[in-house]
């Protein structure tokens, strides 16, 4: 499969597992005060929270738009993800990945129909301009 490729070329299959638990955008917004997400938000904000091999905890933001299937995550919910052994803080999770290549896979197909629209369209006026 594509994934693992891509987890082997990047040495993602190599760094050690853990249980990261989901911290919730709402609980620190509602801790420090922060305003709340705006209406309608296509993106949920939490951070994660994990222990290395050295009994170090760990936190990282995570970030999901809401196609991925990780955006309904809720407080103290648990998911399985790896982390740099040589940078603890730095973590991969394939779901959280895949939800977001395919976001850009998206946004580069409207890109490139869109400007192959406009070029046929360009194309059409300046062909047709001498009839």
């Known amino acids: 499969m594509l994934i693992e490729l891509w987890e082997r070329l990047r040495g993602y299959d190599r760094w050690p597992e853990a249980q990261a638990t989901v ?7 509602r801790k420090y ?3 709340g997400p705006r209406k309608n938000t296509q ?3 939490d951070l994660l929270m994990w222990t290395d091999q050295k009994g ?3 936190y990282g933001p995570f970030v999901n738009q ?3 299937p990780l955006f309904q995550l809720l407080d103290g919910e648990l998911i399985s993800i790896r982390y740099n052994p040589s940078n603890p803080g730095r973590f991969y999770n394939r779901e959280h990945f895949q939800s977001w290549m395919v976001m850009i896979a998206k946004a580069a197909l409207a890109i490139i129909l869109g400007g192959g629209f406009i070029a046929w ?3 059409e006026i ?3 301009r001498g009839r």
């Open 23 to 29: 911290v919730s955008g709402e609980r620190l917004r």
């Open 33 to 35: 005060g922060l305003p």
């Open 43 to 45: 993106f949920s904000s």
């Open 56 to 58: 170090k905890e760990w």
């Open 66 to 68: 809401d196609t991925s």
């Open 121 to 123: 369209r360009i194309w």
């Open 126 to 128: 300046v062909a047709h």
